[in-house]
């Protein structure tokens, strides 16, 4: 039954984001690319990573859609009766070749889930399920890693996304007040 | 709808907002409950899955959400445009505080343990759940800015900017 369910999700995510590609109509590309998202979100859930899950509907399905919207609201729609876009083959060679390269390491991947995985067989792994419930008194061992035995990383993020949204606000409110 | 202004003639029919008075009531009915959730991803992130950027990210969606319904000028004439960017940087001054402070009394840096000696009960908990909280704010602070200044771009006579 899961498997079934997983099959018809991962069949939906590559449909949309075919037809992200495709679709001629920008307006449409958006909506297939929020709904590749949206899938791709339930994928996480199903694969026991509900945090990610949250973020990618959150951010993926959720915030980039409207600020989408918000980038295409000046554009026109092309014209011409066509629904899809014409496919390029040279670009489609190289995308296909791209994958193809990448889709090498897939094999010296763990199946998901395996108990003989580095992730699960490392010392470090032990050590925060170990003892992430004693020393950070959290139950969820995910927030345990990253607000306090990698808080300093953590740090460097929120900077790193301090620093970013500050200054593409500048930037930006410079060109939009003159 | 957007894209479909094809034979768009004047600024007018371009702008975004359509008053919709089913969108409005829906929004009107359902902000609360997102503003919630969000909040309570922020706050339970140490204790289920969510955290700060996740429930970050939901508080700033009820901004868009408010934008979408009622206008982006006026949401943005109602919020004002030091709030957003306020957030962001009380965000990173608490979650320097929280680190940098476990360094003064003597510890590590971000290590809650220390606060514990001052009086603090669950020490570690109450800590990673206040750090959380600043980069809830970091993030909705940012969606919240990022919104407001991609749709000011699209009020202007377009063009490049210049």
Redesign the interface.
Known sequence: MTTAIEFALLAFVLASAVATALLR???SSIIAFSAYSLGIAVIWVFLRA??VG??EA??GA??MT??F?????????P?GERTLEGVDLKALAIAVGLVAVLSTTLFALPPVGAADSAVATDDVTQYYLDNAYE??????A???V???YR??D??GE??V??AA??S??LV??R???G | ??????D?TSDEA?T?YVESPIIMATVRVITPFVFTLGLF?MFH???????G??GG??V??VV?MLG?AFGIEVTRDWIGPKLA?GF??L??LA??LV?VGSVLLGGG??E?AVYADYGVP?A??YG?EL??L??GL??A???T???F??????D?D?GD?E
């Open positions: 109509d920008v307006l509900p945090d949250l973020t959150a951010v959720g915030v409207v600020l919207l918000l980038t295409i609201a000046k554009t026109v729609r014209a020393e950070t008194e959290v139950k969820n995910v927030t345990a990253l607000a306090a808080g300093f953590t740090l929120a900077v996304v301090y949204g500050i593409l606000l930006l409110g060109g939009v007040s | 709808m957007i894209g479909e202004s094809n768009a371009r975004l991803v992130g140490a204790d289920s899955s969510g955290g950027f996740q990210v939901i700033g969606t868009v979408i960017v962001v940087g965000g990173v979650f320097l680190g840096f971000l809650y669950h570690s908990k990673i750090v959380e600043s980069i970091i993030v602070g940012i969606v800015g990022l919104f200044i991609i749709a000011a771009g699209m202007d377009g900017f």
